[in-house]
């Protein structure tokens, strides 16, 4: 089993494909390829620069890659039946046991709803999965009918997330065109996410920092 084989498994892009069709018909911004490839290869990054080997960082990919098929049962509780997804993947393709535990309880831990950091692979897919804030991921391009997930995501004009110099701290870096959104409206939706990732970089020892526009306001 390995991250490179399970994204061209093409049973398992059918689910993410019709998961996020299912998303879009609900109006939620982009789940699709984009969104997990991005939080399984920054999740896996992550861990490796912290150090870890290079088979805990290959789960947390493929973590990453599985962690929203939930969504093609219900948008309600999508980390719970996507992590009785993945293993039923998992366990199909004769995963060892250890592997799958690893995977299934960083899924479904993920979702600030009821998630908490269970492990450094839980941890890190939580800090990658709500840091994906990008104008990118808005599916309706006309603004007059935007509600504030759209105008939040769409005023992120740069987003980097990283460990800072000193080896200390997580950092998410925006940059945020105030012309479409102030700053407090991505608070209004991401306040839970922000106190999900300081939890999740607590558990990797280290501390959150959110940068908007170059202040630092978390």
């Given at each position: ?58 789960l947390c990919k493929i973590a990453g890659f599985l962690h929203d098929i939930g969504n093609l049962v219900n948008r309600v509780d999508h980390s719970q039946s996507g992590a009785i997804l993945a293993f039923r993947i ?105 106190i999900m990732c300081k939890k999740a970089a607590e558990h990797l020892g280290l501390s959150f920092r959110l940068f908007i526009n170059g202040q630092q306001l978390f």
């Amino acid at each position: 089993m390995s991250y490179e084989q399970l994204k061209k498994n093409e049973s398992i892009r059918t689910y993410i494909r019709q998961a996020d069709k299912s998303l879009e018909s609900l109006g939620y911004t982009e789940h699709s390829f984009a969104h997990v490839t991005l939080v399984a290869e920054n999740a896996g990054n992550l861990l490796s620069k912290l150090g870890y080997d290079e088979h805990t960082v290959e789960l947390c990919k493929i973590a990453g890659f599985l962690h929203d098929i939930g969504n093609l049962v219900n948008r309600v509780d999508h980390s719970q039946s996507g992590a009785i997804l993945a293993f039923r993947i998992l366990d199909g393709i004769g995963a060892p046991a250890e592997d799958i535990a690893t995977v299934v309880s960083a899924i479904g831990n993920h979702d600030e709803g009821s998630g908490v950091p269970v492990s450094a692979v839980a941890a890190a897919l939580i800090i990658a999965d709500k840091s994906d804030v990008r104008r990118s991921r808005v599916r309706n391009f006309d603004m007059a009918t935007f509600d504030i997930h759209d105008r939040v995501n769409y005023s992120v004009t740069d987003s980097k997330m990283s460990v800072s110099e000193d080896g200390s701290a997580i950092e998410l870096r925006l940059v945020i065109d105030t012309d479409i959104s102030p700053v407090m409206s991505y608070f209004e939706i991401f306040l839970g996410r922000m106190i999900m990732c300081k939890k999740a970089a607590e558990h990797l020892g280290l501390s959150f920092r959110l940068f908007i526009n170059g202040q630092q306001l978390f």
